[in-house]
């Protein structure tokens, strides 16, 4: 079973935009688990713009599942990691001036901080993901690094699909989804977990099932806009439903 990860995130964006205590994430958390997802993950940003430090020492003690915790490289963020120690961290790209992670992790073999990241997360039990773009050489590369999974960048994928709303046939899209697929291979002969995430939807899901050995799909934008209408465990129970479906 490919596992579902819920990410939170902008369900903290609705209540910072009042600085309330309502929506809670933390419940949010709760039925998303009870919907059926394996995971919970939050991206503790270094402007805190959404999630806060205090919804990830809370989540920490009532995630049932894995939890999942985001961050860009910075010692402030890596302390608290390493207090907390969640299941894993997805290490990411983060610019202040951004809407959401608008590509994959920068990764160089002589990246000091990344490598010394990944070292302190990993002697402390945690399972350490590198979100990248879909690209065979900078999978081997995460994994040369130490890395134990990573987590494809789907946004040109998922944009491509939309564009031409899932025509098969369509250029830009056969390219893009050879990309993941390619590096889902590269994943496969190197050794290492493979993971997906952005821009994932209830209309695009279910064809990106096939990727060889594909462990984990993030997915929150699209969870979380259904939730405001239907419900989160009802919406997560639809995406977990067409998961199923598809790699059935």
Known sequence: MIHLGVNIDHVATVR???KACEPDPVMAAHLAELGGA???????????RHIQDRDVRLLRETVQGVLNLEMAVGEDILGLALELLPDQVCLVPEHRQEITTEGGLKVARDDRDLA?????????GVLVSLFIEPDPPTVRLARELGADAVELHTGSWANAWAQCRGDEHDGDLITQLARLEDSADAAATAGIRLHAGHGITYGNVRSLLHLPLLRELNIGHSIVSRA???GMERAVRDMRGLM???AG
């Open 228 to 230: 405001v209408l239907l």
């Open 116 to 124: 010394d990241c990944i070292v302190k997360l990993k002697d402390s």
């Open 38 to 48: 394996q995971g919970i993950t939050v991206h503790l940003r270094q402007d805190r």
């Open 16 to 18: 910072q935009a009042r």
């Open 244 to 246: 199923d479906l598809g």
